[in-house]
């Protein structure tokens, strides 16, 4: 779907709405391997097959609550569940021991291609080199997953204004290459209810009433 440029300048939003500049990168070949570090076996990276809705939400919350995802929160249960239930669809749990760290999802469901949909650690995981096993791991499978069969040929992930300050940086390094600019405008989730009013205190908080 192509949406029409927005005009050069400011353009004003509707009360109770939030936009973000969205980056896409993507990489067209598989990267060199980078170095495996030694804490890197400490982790491990589980397939989550056909996970319950509930379940879903409650570790995409945790994952994406500071950095405002919503949208699988307001999804409606079927559509949701016809995503987690695809065979074209792999998902992931990082974990450390018993404890669930991060979420990986690698969308197949487009001919020849996949994107990195979500992926984000727990917060109590940013800064400990988790990201980094996990983006690794990650490139790997989306390139691997369909080698003998129908191997994909683009490897794609998005990021935002919203998300960590170093997430554009970070996929850089792990290969990806900028592409193209978006500009999203959505409701702010914090006022419709999908996430508490204190959640991102670094994006404003701007109440129309």
Same mark, same amino acid.
């Given at each position: 779907?192509? @949406? %029409? %440029?927005?005009?050069?300048?400011?353009?004003?939003?509707?009360?109770? @709405?939030?936009? $973000?500049?969205?980056?896409?990168?993507?990489?067209? &070949? *598989? !990267? !060199?391997?980078? !170095?495996?570090?030694?804490?890197?076996?400490?982790? /491990?990276?589980?397939?989550?097959?056909? +996970?319950? /809705?509930?379940?879903?939400?409650?570790?995409?919350?945790?994952?994406?609550? #500071?950095?405002?995802?919503?949208?699988?929160?307001?999804? *409606?249960?079927?559509?949701?569940?016809?995503?987690?239930?695809?065979? $074209?669809? #792999?998902?992931?749990?990082?974990?450390?021991?018993? &404890?669930?760290?991060?979420? =990986?999802?690698?969308?197949?469901?487009?001919?020849?291609?996949?994107?990195?949909?979500?992926?984000? =650690?727990?917060?109590? *995981?940013?800064?400990?080199?988790?990201?980094?096993?996990?983006?690794?791991?990650?490139?790997?499978?989306?390139?691997?997953?369909?080698?003998?069969?129908?191997?994909?040929?683009?490897?794609?992930?998005?990021?935002?204004?919203?998300?960590? +300050?170093?997430?554009?940086?970070?996929?850089? &390094?792990?290969?990806?290459?900028?592409? *193209?600019?978006?500009?999203?405008?959505?409701?702010?989730?914090?006022?419709?209810? @999908?996430?508490?009013?204190?959640?991102? +205190? @670094?994006?404003?908080?701007?109440?129309? &009433?």
């Amino acid at each position: 779907m192509t @949406h %029409p %440029p927005l005009p050069l300048g400011y353009s004003t939003l509707a009360p109770g @709405h939030i936009a $973000n500049v969205v980056t896409c990168l993507e990489m067209k &070949k *598989a !990267p !060199p391997p980078r !170095p495996v570090r030694p804490a890197d076996a400490a982790f /491990v990276l589980a397939p989550w097959r056909s +996970p319950g /809705v509930a379940d879903f939400r409650a570790l995409f919350r945790r994952v994406g609550q #500071d950095w405002l995802w919503h949208s699988r929160l307001h999804m *409606a249960d079927e559509k949701l569940r016809a995503i987690l239930d695809s065979q $074209n669809v #792999d998902l992931y749990r990082l974990m450390l021991d018993d &404890k669930v760290l991060g979420l =990986l999802e690698l969308d197949f469901r487009e001919a020849r291609q996949c994107e990195m949909s979500f992926f984000g =650690l727990v917060p109590e *995981a940013i800064g400990t080199g988790a990201g980094r096993y996990l983006v690794d791991r990650g490139i790997h499978l989306a390139w691997n997953r369909r080698a003998g069969q129908m191997p994909i040929e683009r490897l794609w992930v998005h990021t935002c204004t919203f998300d960590h +300050p170093n997430a554009l940086g970070f996929y850089q &390094k792990a290969g990806f290459v900028p592409y *193209a600019f978006m500009v999203e405008v959505q409701d702010d989730p914090r006022l419709t209810g @999908h996430l508490p009013r204190e959640a991102a +205190p @670094h994006i404003p908080l701007v109440d129309p &009433k």
